[in-house]
Structure formats: structure tokens, C-alpha cells
């Protein structure tokens, strides 16, 4: 199991070997495409990761201790850099947050993350991987709900980890599932929030 704590030991090298940018991107890219054959998180070894990348294994373990380590680099990589909310207002950073889970990138990588549900339900170290990869990011959005119970914005009473639930929820059903063929992009985010916002509004 993957410490979510502490991050990945991805900065780790070996003393007097520089680390090698391309290696790095070869390694991470070869992740994502024998996740994206849809074949599970099997196909993912690192002998497959380092023949597809061109790598020894070497490479591989002098930058990730092992392979829940490097999956969860790969699926952030897929899944972009952690959104920044501008402060101005409980909405408006809300909205953001839920309109970047609904990104062409985020698309792609629900659909990833799709093809890994079976591993993540039945294996505790995949579980821990998607953890490790959620949650920098429900961390964001849970310093948005905090910063606006302090500033009076939502209800002092705010169930925290049940509002992040309902809010991020729909936007995860959607992007990996389709869930709903009726309900429209444009404006999804909005109307979300404003739902959510009916309750949880000081």
C-alpha cells in the first residue's frame, strides 16, 4: 500500500546520477498507454512499463519504489496539475473546481479510471492508488468549504465530507459513465453547485 501521506518518492535518485527529464516522461507515458488498452492495472508491470518506454527497470525503481508509486504519478500526470481557486467566493471556486473535473482531460482520464474500477474494488493497493490520486485534490475543494464556513458563506453545521461527496459525485458519474445522455455540458457546473449551495448556504 501507497502512503497518500507523504506523496510518491518520485524526487528520490541515486547519489551522483542526475535525473534524466526524458527518462521521466518516457516512463509516465508508457504508464498511461497500457492504462489506456484498457486492460487494467495487470498490464502494468514494470518490465511491460520499462520495454515500452525504452527504459531498464532499473530506470524505473531508482525513481519509484515500486509499481502503486508510479501508477499514482501516471494517473496525475493524466489528470493535469491541482487547480488553483481564485478566493473570490465559495461559487465561484466551486464552479471551477467541478468544471475542471468536467475537462477534455479529465474526460480522458475518467475513462481510464473506468477501465481500473474492477482493480480498485477488489484490490486494497489499487484502492490506495486512487486514493493517493484523489485526494490532493478533494483537499482543494475541502479548503474551499472550510474557508467559507469560516467566512460565513455555508453553514456552520456544514457536513463537510458529505457536501464534497454530493458535489464531486455527479461530475465523476458523468465523465466516466455517461450517466445521464440528457443533461448538457454547458452549464452542468453551475447548476451543480447551486443545487448543492440550496442546502449547504449559510
Not at 486492460?39 to 525513481?63: D, F, H, L, P, Q
Request: glycine letters at 8%.
Amino acid at each position: 500500500m501507497v502512503s497518500v501521506a507523504g506523496g510518491t518518492e518520485q524526487g528520490r535518485k541515486a547519489p551522483g546520477r542526475p535525473r534524466n527529464a526524458l527518462a521521466d516522461e518516457a516512463i509516465l507515458e508508457a504508464v498511461i498507454t497500457l492504462l489506456s488498452e484498457g486492460n487494467g492495472a495487470a498490464a502494468v508491470s514494470i518490465e511491460a512499463v520499462a520495454a515500452k518506454a525504452g527504459v531498464g527497470k532499473a530506470t524505473i525503481y531508482r525513481r519509484w519504489p515500486n509499481k502503486e508509486a508510479l501508477l499514482i504519478d501516471a494517473m496525475r500526470t493524466m489528470k493535469g496539475p491541482l487547480p488553483e481557486p481564485a478566493g473570490v467566493s465559495v461559487r465561484e471556486d466551486l464552479i471551477m473546481l467541478i468544471s475542471a473535473m468536467r475537462s477534455k482531460r479529465s474526460e480522458h482520464y475518467g475513462k481510464v479510471t473506468a477501465c481500473l474500477l474492477p482493480d480498485i474494488v477488489r484490490d486494497p493497493a489499487m484502492h490506495g492508488v486512487h486514493q493517493g490520486m484523489v485526494e490532493p485534490r478533494r483537499e482543494v475543494m475541502r479548503q474551499v468549504l472550510l474557508r467559507g464556513i469560516e467566512t460565513g458563506e455555508l453553514r456552520a453545521d456544514l457536513d463537510v465530507e458529505l457536501t464534497l461527496l454530493m458535489l464531486s459525485g455527479p461530475a465523476i458519474a458523468q465523465n466516466m459513465l455517461k450517466w445521464s445522455p440528457h443533461v448538457p455540458d454547458e452549464g452542468f457546473a453551475e447548476a451543480i453547485v447551486d443545487a448543492i449551495l440550496r442546502g449547504a448556504a449559510a
